[in-house]
């Protein structure tokens, strides 16, 4: 892959992190995933971006305004303009305010606990991007299907074989990254496909991606939004990231000033 991650990034430590929860239908998950995350990372949380938009229900509104009320959660509430998923993070990429940033969901389908084990990896390796996966060893699906497990497994390969990479799960979409590192790429995507453009740019920017296991589960209340016609657009995404010239990557192209 193209080498251009140290001369752009120059990712020194890890200072403080930003956690990006999206909501629409969650109410008592939201709570836990926030409960969660301050136990476990209260000392290295600078904030908690919550991104809500015009399908919001009103249940889910009052319980992040009341997250919010709380100064201990260190929460702060945005109303996205992009529309859906991809658009929503997006957004909040360009908001974030700590060295490193967590895209992550509200609905416990993402472990909160693992936000812990994702801050000991980006100590250590500040300029990587850190990442869930459901195929690595100790990982796993519970109430995923069978269909939709082989087809993910599938995918997962085709994914491996055409970036040349170790990685083996692209499409869950539960990182870390640098926050410079989102700040300058030039992303595309506005619904669930973005969750897959989030791995397949840095890794063809020559950023090192590290892998943490879990196991998914479904969520337990709402709606899930990424339906079958949804993820059929990772093909797409797959196949014109793949090929796209280096330039066309970054919003600003590598070497020039800011």
């Known amino acids: 892959m ?7 990034f120059p990712i020194r430590s890890f200072s403080g992190l930003t956690v990006i ?9 939201f709570d836990e995933t926030v409960r969660v ?4 990372n209260g000392d290295d949380i600078l904030e908690i971006l919550v991104v809500v938009c015009d399908r919001t ?27 859906f998923l991809g658009g929503a993070m997006r957004e909040a990429f360009d908001l974030a305010s700590g060295s490193h940033v967590v895209m992550m969901a509200s609905d416990l389908e993402t ?19 850190i990442t869930a996966s459901r195929w690595a060893a100790a990982g ?6 069978g269909v939709r497990v082989a087809l993910n497994w599938v995918f997962q390969h085709l994914t491996s074989l055409l970036y040349r990479t170790q990685l083996t799960d692209a499409t869950f979409g539960y990182r870390l990254f640098p926050t410079e590192l989102v700040k300058v790429i030039q992303w595309e995507g506005l619904r669930h496909e973005f969750l897959l ?3 397949l740019k840095p890794l063809l920017l020559g950023v090192e991606v590290l892998e943490v296991p879990t196991t998914w589960t479904p969520r337990s209340e709402g709606v899930s939004q990424n ?3 949804t993820q059929s657009r990772y093909i797409g995404t797959l196949l014109r990231t793949r090929f796209k010239p280096a330039a066309a990557l970054l919003k600003v192209p590598a070497g020039a000033s800011s």
């Open 227 to 229: 339906s079958l016609k």
């Open 37 to 40: 995350l301050r136990e476990t």
């Open 111 to 129: 472990d909160p606990s693992l936000v812990q084990a994702f801050v000991e990896l980006a100590k250590e390796k500040p300029a990587a991007v």
């Open 57 to 83: 229900t009103p249940e889910s509104m009052a319980r992040c305004e009341a997250a919010a009320s709380d100064p201990g959660n260190r929460l702060r509430i945005h109303h996205q303009g992009l529309p």
């Open 140 to 145: 796993g699906f519970s109430g995923y299907g």
């Open 197 to 199: 453009e989030t791995v």
């Open 2 to 8: 193209r080498d251009l991650a140290t001369p752009t």
């Open 21 to 29: 929860l999206p909501v629409v239908t969650e109410t008592s998950s």
